[in-house]
Nanobody, 123 residues
Framework: QVQLVESGGGLVQAGGSLRLSCVASVRTFSIYVMGWFRQAPGKEREIVGAISGGGGRTFYADSVKGRFMISRDNAKNTVYLQMNSLKAEDTAVYYC????????????????WGQGTQVTVSS
């Protein structure tokens, strides 16, 4: 059973930064595509970004492009989401997720999910 544990959320003022971390309890972490998703109250879950197993391919939602950066350290079984220039509309619960079906930005293709970490941006 794969476990994903996120950390790093919190309350930050608009324009500030946060870095989220997600540690995976899985062997061969480096072969899995990892994604970050978020869900705001009353809204559907949406993808924020994704990163390939080796880290050479990334994807970002248009809403975060240029402000957020996804990275991973396979030696530590950890994926990161660096969030800069935060806006009030970034307020959401952020989830990391793992897919074993290859590259995808579709939440339905991700099998394992963390419990989520709250990010609140005050304006």
């Amino acid at each position: 059973q794969v476990q994903l544990v996120e950390s790093g959320g919190g309350l930050v003022q608009a324009g500030g930064s946060l870095r989220l971390s997600c540690v995976a309890s899985v062997r061969t972490f480096s072969i899995y595509v990892m994604g970050w998703f978020r869900q705001a109250p009353g809204k559907e879950r949406e993808i924020v970004g994704a990163i390939s197993g080796g880290g050479g391919r990334t994807f970002y939602a248009d809403s975060v492009k240029g402000r957020f950066m996804i990275s991973r350290d396979n030696a530590k079984n950890t994926v990161y989401l660096q969030m800069n220039s935060l806006k009030a509309e970034d307020t959401a619960v952020y989830y990391c997720a793992q897919t074993a079906t290859g590259w995808s930005t579709d939440a339905s293709r991700y099998t394992y999910w963390g419990q989520g970490t709250q990010v609140t941006v005050s304006s």
